[in-house]
C-alpha cells in the first residue's frame, strides 16, 4: 500500500483533499484521525505538519507527499518532486520597513534577518556575497523588525497584506512556489507502480482545469481557418447544422489561449460561441 503525507492542518490541507478527490480516492479529512485509508484506492494517508514531511520522506516513512515546494528548497533538496500541483502559490522575499530607504542588497550585509527558512536565505545571500545575521523563527515573522527583533525579514507572501499591515515592503523575490507531489528517495518498485497510477489520474484531472470545452457555429467556408484555429486534441469535431451551409465545430482549448483567439474566430464568423468545462482529461 502506497502511503501519502497531506498537511494537517493549514495552507495546502484543503486543495490536497479535493484534489485526491477529483481523482477519485475517498479518504476522511483528517480532523480527529491522523491515519487512515483510501475506501477505494491502496492508499494510507498520515496527516502532518508541513515542516516535518521533508524527513519522513527521507526516511521513507512515507512514500510520496503533497507539500509546499519552499519547504524542499528549505530542507529537502535531495528529494524529487514529480508534479507541480497549481495551488497554494506564493514567494519566498525579503522585506523591510516602508520607511526605509533600499536600493541595494548589500545593504544587508552585517544586519539582523528573522526567518522561518534560514537555509534559504544563506544560500541566496552566500550567492550575493552577502552574510547577515539570522534569527530563525517559527511564525510570526512579519512583526519581528516592529520589535526590534530584525532589520529585515525573510517569509512567505501571497497578496501582500501581511507585509502591508505590518509596515513593512517587499524588496527582493529570492523563489516562488506552489504545492507540488514529492517522492520518497526509499519508494519500493510496486508502491512505485501504485504512485504512477495515482500521478496518471492527478494530471488528468490538472489537465483538465486549464482546460475547456468549445462549442461554436461558423459558415462552411470559414471552417478551415476555424480548425486552423481550435485543432483540438486530435481535430475538431464538425456536425452539420440544419440551416444550410452552417456547421457546429466541438474543440478543446486552453483557458488561457481562449482569450487570445476569440476575437480572430469571431473575425472568421464564428458565432453563438459556447465555453464549457471539462471534468477529467484522459490523453
Ligand atoms: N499566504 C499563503 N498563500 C499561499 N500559499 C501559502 C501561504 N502561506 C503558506 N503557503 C504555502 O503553503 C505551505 C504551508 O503553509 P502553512 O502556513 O499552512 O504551514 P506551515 O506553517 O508552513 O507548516 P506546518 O504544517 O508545519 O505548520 C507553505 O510551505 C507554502 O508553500
Ligand atoms: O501575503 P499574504 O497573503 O498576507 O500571506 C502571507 C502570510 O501567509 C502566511 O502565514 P499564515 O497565514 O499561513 O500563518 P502562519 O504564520 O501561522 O503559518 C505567511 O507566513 C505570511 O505571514
Ligand atoms: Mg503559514
Known sequence: MLTIAIQKSGRLHD??????????IYIDNGKDQLKTKSSNF??????????????????????????????LIEKGEDIEILQKLGFSKCRVSIAVPKDKEFSDLKQLQGKKIATSYPNTVKNYLAEKGITADLHQISGSVEIAP?????????????????LFKNNLK????????????AVSPKISPEN??????????????????????????APNKNLAKIIEILPGMKSP?????????????????????????IDELKANGAEGILICPIEKMVL
Open 15 to 24: 486543495d490536497s483533499i479535493k484534489i485526491l478527490k477529483e481523482a477519485g
Open 42 to 71: 491502496p492508499l494510507e494517508v498520515l496527516y502532518l505538519r508541513n515542516g516535518d514531511i521533508p524527513q519522513y520522506l527521507r526516511d521513507g516513512v512515507v512514500d510520496m507527499a503533497i507539500i509546499g515546494e519552499n519547504l
Open 146 to 162: 516592529n520589535i526590534g527583533l530584525a532589520d529585515a525579514i525573510v517569509d512567505i507572501v501571497s497578496s501582500g497584506s501581511t
Open 170 to 181: 517587499e524588496v527582493e523575490q529570492i523563489l516562488k512556489s506552489e504545492a507540488v507531489i
Open 192 to 217: 512505485n507502480q501504485v504512485l504512477n497510477k495515482l500521478l496518471f489520474r492527478i494530471q488528468s484531472v490538472l489537465k483538465a482545469r486549464t482546460s475547456k470545452y468549445v462549442l461554436l457555429n
Open 237 to 261: 469535431t464538425v456536425l452539420p447544422l440544419a440551416k444550410e451551409g452552417w456547421s457546429s465545430l466541438h474543440s478543446v482549448i486552453n483557458e488561457e489561449t481562449f482569450w487570445e483567439v
